[in-house]
């Protein structure tokens, strides 16, 4: 599969300013990149996720070995959460605290792939809801729609990194998977940050499960969040 950068410009937000850069992959399917205090490197306009990064990384110069180590989201689209502000998930405040995080550092990005219900699609998304209001979890739901439990993948990070230039990051997640795929394809993780926001009654029973059934890690404070809205 290739990616090819389409396009970017200025993006205001009530977080701050940020570039937004667009990019297609063969189907036609978007992702968007958000990013503060970071320059376009590669203008190579389209690249092959089988090319090593460092051979994408082939304008590094001494601005890039100068600036911090970029602090990185890799957020999938949650229509729900991010635009409606769903209390079923801790997407939008993620989301949200992701951009304010970054306008704080001065360096970094946002990674804002297209694969909606954990790349299972909005509708059948909303179908998983409808099993969950009958009382399974988010992770049977998808079972018994005969969906796999976590259908996405992150094969568009690389280019989309290497495009300005990063191959060593702060990556904000409870996700482990995120951290495996980036080491496994020549980006350096130098540091895991948490992100506990977004805690409710309404998906606590959501978020245990992301942690007992789905590996992903949480500290004492989220623990803590967790027993108190449960």
Do not use: W
Request: aromatic share 6%; proline share 4%.
């Amino acid at each position: 599969m290739s990616y090819q950068f389409i396009t970017s410009a200025k993006l205001p937000t009530r977080h701050g300013e940020f570039d937004i850069h667009i990019f297609e992959n063969d189907d036609g399917q978007e992702h968007v990149m958000l990013t503060v205090g970071l320059s376009v490197v590669n203008e190579t306009s389209i690249i092959e996720t089988s090319q090593p990064h460092d051979a994408v990384l082939n304008q590094k110069d001494a601005t890039l070995s100068e600036r911090p180590v970029p602090l990185i989201r890799i957020h999938s689209e949650c229509l729900t959460g991010d635009a409606f502000s769903s209390l079923k998930c801790d997407c939008g405040p993620q989301l949200n605290t992701a951009m304010d995080a970054i306008q704080k550092t001065g360096c970094g990005a946002i990674l804002y792939l297209r694969q909606e219900g954990r790349g299972i699609g909005l509708t059948n998304k909303i179908r998983a809801y409808a099993l969950q209001d009958q009382g399974h979890d988010t992770l049977d739901a998808n079972l018994m729609l005969g969906l796999p439990a976590d259908a996405r993948i992150y094969d568009m990070c690389g280019p989309m990194l290497a495009h300005v230039g990063i191959d060593t990051v702060r990556l904000i997640t409870n996700n482990p998977d995120k951290v495996t795929y980036l080491t496994e394809h020549g980006i350096d993780v130098v540091e895991r940050v948490p992100i506990v926001v977004g805690v409710n009654d309404m998906n606590a029973e959501y978020l245990a499960t992301k942690r007992d059934r789905m590996g992903h890690l949480f500290d004492k404070e989220f623990n803590t969040a967790l027993h108190l809205n449960k």
